[in-house]
Structures are given as structure tokens and as C-alpha cells.
């Protein structure tokens, strides 16, 4: 079991851990849970939590029904995401949970993901691009929790992958430059 406390782990801040479907254990998150086992946690069949304050297993639900202590200051029923309050929205088209605020968002349908509005009517779609692996790393794009950069032919990278690419071709010139 992963280690926990009533601020989570180092990917949410929660009060709970989940009951992983698959194996029965108990992990703060998803995430924690596919680091440490050989298979994955599907978390849209999580259906019981374990109160990270007083130990009560009950029902997955935003807090608990004994101590009542908050599992998460954002609680999405349908992901069972908890976490600190970071204007999260579930977007039903993507089929998941976003960090918003929903105001500055918008969904495409045609990318089938989640943009900021200032991409709105100004970005290159291409249908389905976020079911696609980031080039760079080969992981999952659509369930990141690391932000998406979207390059001019509408591909996606995460931003991170991106902006380390950058500091590697600009290392790569500055040594070509210096005659190396």
C-alpha cells in the first residue's frame, strides 16, 4: 500500500485511499497504484474508499460518513477524482476530469479534447489526436496529468517533452556554434 496522509500522495491531495477493483488494495491514487503493481487501475470501477482520517471503508463519496472528513475539496462521482480544489470540471465528451476553470475551455469534437479558448477557431484539427502517444516519451496523452502543447500541424506533445526538445536542439546549436 502506498504510503498516505490526510494531504495524499505526491500526485492528488486527499483524505481517502482507494480500493482498487482488480487486486482489492487499498492506494491513494490510480497512479500509485500502476507504479507498484503489474497490471492497471481502472478507476471509473473504484466503488469503495478508505477514510484516511479514522479507517471507516464505506462508499466512494466526497466525505466521510463517520469522522466526516473531507476526502477532497473536488470530488467527481464519475472518475472518482478527489483533490484540492483546482477549478476542475468532467468533461463529458473527453470522458474525463480537466483542470480548469470550464470557462477557459473548450471541446472539440473533431480532436476530440479539451482547448483553451484562445485556440478556439485557431488550431489545426486532426481527428482524435489526443488518443494518440506523445512522440517523445510514447506515453498517453489524453489521461496526462502533464498539460499538452499543440504544435502548429496540430499534433500534440506534452509540454514538458516539448520543452525539454527545445533545450536539447538549443544545447545541440550552442555547441555547433562553438565548433564542437
Do not use: W
Amino acid at each position: 500500500m502506498a504510503a498516505t496522509g490526510p494531504e495524499g500522495c505526491e500526485h492528488y491531495r486527499r483524505g481517502c485511499l482507494l480500493k482498487a477493483p482488480c487486486c482489492s488494495r487499498f492506494y491513494t491514487c490510480r497512479l500509485c497504484h500502476d507504479g507498484s503493481e503489474d497490471h492497471i487501475m481502472d478507476r471509473f470501477q473504484v466503488r469503495e474508499v478508505r477514510c484516511a482520517k479514522c479507517g471507516k471503508d464505506q462508499q466512494a463519496q466526497q466525505s466521510c460518513e463517520d469522522c466526516q472528513n473531507v476526502f477532497g475539496e473536488y470530488y467527481c462521482s464519475i472518475c472518482h477524482l478527489f483533490d484540492a480544489d483546482k477549478k476542475q470540471y468532467h468533461c463529458e465528451k473527453c470522458g474525463i476530469c480537466r483542470i480548469g476553470p470550464k470557462e477557459e475551455f473548450f471541446h472539440c469534437s473533431k480532436c476530440n479534447l479539451c482547448f483553451a479558448m484562445a485556440l478556439q477557431g485557431n488550431h489545426k484539427c486532426i481527428e482524435n489526436v489526443s488518443r494518440q502517444d506523445c512522440p517523445i516519451c510514447l506515453e498517453d496523452i489524453h489521461t496526462s496529468r502533464v498539460a499538452a502543447h499543440v504544435l502548429p500541424c496540430g499534433h500534440l506533445l506534452h509540454r514538458t517533452c516539448f520543452e525539454d526538445m527545445l533545450k536539447d536542439i538549443r544545447y545541440d546549436q550552442t555547441l555547433a556554434t562553438a565548433g564542437h
